[in-house]
Structures are given as C-alpha cells and as structure tokens.
C-alpha cells in the first residue's frame, strides 16, 4: 500500500450516495512534488448506488494524480470531494502528455478502474461515473480527452483488422493495402476534427508510418505539415527523411533535414533531426561521415536519449558492416533446439527480424517465403526472430502462416540481447551472412529484391554471368 500523506474521507453517506474521485495510479515507492510547466483542470462527481451494496468499497475515495519517476512517485495533483461528491482538481504537469488515470476505493487500497488521460495547457477535463461501474469504465471529457479517444477508436479498428488477418487465411495485397489507407486517413483527419489537441498530433504521425514505404509522396508532403509542437516531431522527421531519400535520393534527403532542424524549437528536437542525419550516412554506407555527425551529436546534446541512439548506430558501424564477422547468437527455437551462428559456418544464413502483424511484413512474408522455397534446406539456413515477446501473439501468427527455417522470439523484445546485438529495432530486418561468417549487408523492407540478389551470388558455383541462380 502506497501512503500519499492526506486524510481520508471518514465514512460514506446512507441512501444515494454521491461521490467524487480520481486517482492515478503507478508503481512506486514515494511522493514528490513536480517541477511543472503545464497546468491543468479536472472536476468529476462519481454517484453510488446504495443499492448495490458493498458500500464499504467506496469508502475513503481518493483524487490523486501522480507521474513516475524512476522508482519515486511525483504527485500531479490531489483534491478530495466534498459534501455533494463535486471534486475541483488543478493539475500540474512537467509537460504535455498522456497520463494514467485510475479509480480507488478502500482508501486507495484497491482499484476499480483506470484510463489514459491528456494534461494539456488550459484544457478542463469532467468526469461522471456511477458505481458500482457496469463495463463503462472512465471516460474524462474534454477537447483533449474526445481526441484521445478518437485516435483509440481508430488503432482499435486497425488492431481488428491485424487480428483478423492473424487468425484467417491472408488477404490479398489489394486488401492490406486498402486497410492501410483507410486507417492512415482516419488518423490524418483527426487534425481537422481535433485541432491542436495532443492525440490529433500524434495521430497525424502514426499516419505517416503507416503510409511509409506505400505512398512516399504523400507521406514526404504531409511530414512537412507536422508542427513543432507535435509530440512526435521527430518521428515525422525520420519518415520524412527515409521517405524523401527513396524518392529523390540521398542529397535531398539531407537538404529536408536542414530545414527540419532549422524549424526544430528546442534542443531535444534538434538532437533527434540530427540522429536522423546520421541514419542517413549510414543508408548511404558513408560511414565517417556517420561517426563524424554521431560525435558531434553526443558532444551537443550529452544527456539526451539520443545520445544513446547514437551510440548504437556507432555499433553498428563499428560491428555490422560488410565484410565484418558476423556477431555471434545462441538462441532457442521454438522446437526447443540451440543453435549459434557459429555453427552454420560453412553456409549462407539469412538472418530475419520480424513483427507479426507489421502490414509492410505481412506483404513481403510471401517473397521471403518463395525465397526459401527456391534453396536447399542444407545450402541456406534462415533464422527468424520475432521482436514481440508475447508468446500468445507470436502463435496467432504462424498458426495459418508458414514461416518455413527455424525460429525463435526475443524474449525481452527490442531490449533483447537476440534483436540489440544486430540493432534490429526497427523491422523487419534482414541480415546476410556468408558461409564464412562475414556479413554481406543489412536490409529494410524495400531492400528485399537486394537481398535476393547477393544470396544469388552466394549460390553461384563461380562468378559467371553465364550461370545465374534463378530466385524469385
């Protein structure tokens, strides 16, 4: 039990009850005051059916909002109802974003509910609920709140779409494709129906990745419409700059991220454009060039995450480059064997990193598929490795769906010693390896004709151009 240092309510009313409260809940160990820029509003009334019984569970209500601190508990804001069961909440935020809100009873000793909740400037939240609750659960209105639950409704929609796709035959390309766009459109429209608010901003983002790869000019226009004050600048940059490449090229590319960086308004945005940059080099295999923005992005902005970032994109050209021996991994497939990349020396390895569910996957799974179809089992080892930990998830996916090699899931997913030894963290991913243990090259997903090619040169018995493999 987690003591927040206020009295409590000393007993609930007989009768129809009316109670207000909130209370946000996360794991921890102690409350601390914030240090604040964003402040916000909530009132809420919550009535209680005295019919219902269990009475006691409603006693000692609790409006609290904290945030998590590491181990430590920052308190957001607090209040306690009154007589009529109103509550008057100011909340003050480090920042803009979404936080967890949750319903106690028992004095905070048990939960009866919980939601995400938006704390944005000068945005004033109410919320009623009638307990005991029937399966509606909370649902704090607002600007910023309806946007929230927009932008849930649609990624619930795609997740059924994804979900009916794992458990039925695969649809045609024509069908994903169209899945894609109907629910980028529905996020991208959340800026009209929603303006300003947090989830439209991040929604219009999750577009942009979505159409990534399907429709780079509309996706190289759009990024260019995301404002500084989108929660995923930096997201819209890195799409935008991948998108931009494949269309025009490096050079171009390059050109967008300067003004990106010139738009950026503060310094943790100028360091993600600036990893963007050096993802850039890297694509490009000008790999000083990449060390070169990497340091001076470190020695800029230290203490940021991106800093971290460019420290893994620094091993990755130190370890991961063509001709570099393969880093080694004994992993456990899901028959229950080990197996190291050191003892498939003497073969080509494909070495595949995957999402179930990722449309850009599910479309490409086919090709990989032909792929191995078109080799020897004993000529060319693949070895795929889901980055989604869930057990559950991975079976729904290769119940009706052959993924022929073998196979293994990261346990602790992109955190995995399995997925960050290759920096596989965005997938799919593939990585060639030669019967000597060299790596051949790193491939995305509109790399993949590439990889088929130099698998064909490795199968080639001599260099001729009068004796090709022919692969799919």
Do not use: K
């Given at each position: 039990?987690?003591?927040?240092?206020?009295?409590?309510?000393?007993?609930?009313?007989?009768?129809?009850?009316?109670?207000?409260?909130?209370?946000l809940?996360?794991?921890?160990?102690?409350?601390?005051?914030?240090?604040?820029?964003?402040?916000?509003?909530?009132?809420?009334?919550?009535?209680?059916?005295?019919?219902?019984?269990?009475?006691?569970?409603?006693?000692?209500?609790?409006?609290?909002?904290?945030?998590?601190?590491?181990?430590?508990?920052?308190?957001?804001?607090?209040?306690?109802?009154?007589?009529?069961?109103?509550?008057?909440?100011?909340?003050?935020?480090?920042?803009?974003?979404?936080?967890?809100?949750?319903?106690?009873?028992?004095?905070?000793?048990?939960?009866?509910?919980?939601?995400?909740?938006?704390?944005?400037?000068?945005?004033?939240?109410?919320?009623?609920?009638?307990?005991?609750?029937?399966?509606?659960?909370?649902?704090?209105?607002?600007p910023?709140?309806?946007?929230?639950?927009?932008?849930?409704?649609?990624?619930?929609?795609?997740?059924?779409?994804?979900?009916?796709?794992?458990?039925?035959?695969?649809?045609?390309?024509?069908?994903?494709?169209?899945n894609?766009?109907?629910?980028?459109?529905?996020?991208?429209?959340?800026?009209?129906?929603?303006?300003?608010?947090?989830?439209?901003?991040?929604?219009?983002?999750?577009?942009?990745?979505?159409?990534?790869?399907?429709?780079?000019?509309?996706?190289?226009?759009?990024?260019?419409?995301?404002?500084?004050?989108?929660?995923?600048?930096?997201d819209?940059?890195?799409?935008?700059?991948?998108?931009?490449?494949?269309?025009?090229?490096?050079q171009?590319?390059?050109?967008?991220?300067?003004?990106?960086?010139?738009?950026?308004?503060?310094?943790?945005?100028?360091?993600?454009?600036?990893?963007?940059?050096?993802?850039?080099?890297?694509?490009?295999?000008?790999?000083?060039?990449?060390?070169?923005?990497?340091?001076?992005?470190?020695?800029?902005?230290?203490?940021?995450?991106?800093?971290?970032?460019?420290?893994?994109?620094?091993?990755?050209?130190?370890?991961?480059?063509?001709?570099?021996?393969?880093?080694?991994?004994?992993?456990?497939?899901?028959?229950?064997?080990?197996?190291?990349?050191?003892?498939?020396?003497?073969?080509?390895?494909?070495?595949?990193?995957?999402?179930?569910?990722?449309?850009?996957?599910?479309?490409?799974?086919?090709?990989?598929?032909?792929?191995?179809?078109?080799?020897?089992?004993?000529?060319?080892?693949?070895?795929?490795?889901?980055?989604?930990?869930d057990?559950?998830?991975?079976?729904?996916f290769?119940?009706?769906?052959?993924?022929?090699g073998?196979?293994?899931?990261?346990?602790?997913?992109?955190?995995?010693?399995?997925?960050?030894?290759?920096?596989?963290?965005?997938?799919?991913?593939?990585v060639?390896?030669?019967?000597?243990?060299?790596?051949?090259?790193?491939?995305?997903?509109?790399?993949?004709?590439?990889?088929?090619?130099?698998?064909?040169?490795?199968?080639?018995?001599?260099?001729?151009?009068?004796?090709?493999?022919?692969?799919?």
């Amino acid at each position: 039990m987690i003591s927040y240092g206020f009295p409590l309510s000393s007993a609930v009313p007989s009768g129809r009850c009316v109670l207000g409260a909130v209370l946000l809940f996360v794991l921890g160990s102690a409350c601390q005051p914030p240090s604040s820029s964003v402040q916000s509003h909530l009132t809420g009334q919550i009535i209680v059916d005295s019919s219902a019984g269990a009475l006691d569970a409603y006693r000692d209500i609790r409006l609290l909002v904290v945030r998590p601190d590491g181990r430590r508990l920052d308190t957001l804001g607090h209040a306690r109802p009154g007589p009529d069961g109103h509550v008057q909440m100011p909340i003050s935020a480090p920042e803009r974003s979404v936080y967890a809100l949750s319903l106690w009873g028992r004095g905070g000793r048990e939960q009866l509910a919980s939601t995400e909740y938006v704390v944005a400037p000068g945005d004033t939240a109410t919320l009623r609920v009638r307990l005991p609750l029937q399966g509606e659960g909370l649902r704090p209105a607002s600007p910023e709140n309806r946007a929230l639950q927009a932008y849930r409704n649609a990624m619930t929609m795609h997740q059924r779409l994804l979900t009916r796709r794992l458990r039925n035959a695969p649809p045609s390309a024509n069908v994903q494709v169209q899945n894609i766009r109907l629910t980028s459109s529905v996020l991208w429209d959340l800026r009209d129906r929603y303006p300003g608010t947090f989830a439209a901003e991040f929604a219009a983002v999750e577009s942009l990745s979505l159409l990534e790869g399907w429709n780079d000019s509309l996706v190289a226009a759009r990024a260019q419409q995301i404002g500084t004050a989108s929660p995923r600048y930096v997201d819209a940059a890195h799409i935008a700059r991948r998108a931009e490449a494949r269309l025009y090229g490096h050079q171009a590319a390059l050109t967008l991220l300067d003004t990106l960086e010139v738009r950026a308004a503060n310094a943790r945005q100028q360091a993600g454009v600036q990893a963007a940059r050096i993802q850039a080099f890297l694509d490009s295999a000008q790999v000083e060039a990449a060390l070169s923005a990497s340091q001076r992005l470190r020695a800029r902005f230290p203490r940021t995450s991106w800093a971290e970032w460019a420290r893994r994109t620094e091993y990755e050209a130190a370890r991961l480059r063509p001709g570099m021996t393969a880093p080694n991994l004994t992993l456990r497939t899901l028959r229950g064997d080990t197996l190291s990349l050191r003892s498939l020396r003497g073969r080509p390895v494909v070495l595949e990193y995957y999402r179930p569910g990722l449309d850009l996957y599910a479309l490409q799974r086919p090709l990989r598929n032909a792929l191995y179809n078109a080799t020897r089992a004993d000529s060319v080892a693949f070895i795929s490795i889901s980055t989604e930990p869930d057990t559950l998830v991975n079976r729904a996916f290769l119940r009706n769906r052959p993924l022929p090699g073998r196979r293994a899931i990261a346990a602790d997913g992109t955190s995995d010693p399995l997925v960050t030894r290759y920096n596989a963290v965005r997938v799919p991913r593939w990585v060639l390896i030669d019967d000597t243990g060299a790596i051949v090259d790193c491939y995305r997903a509109g790399d993949f004709p590439a990889l088929r090619q130099s698998l064909a040169q490795l199968l080639r018995p001599e260099p001729s151009a009068d004796a090709p493999l022919s692969l799919p």
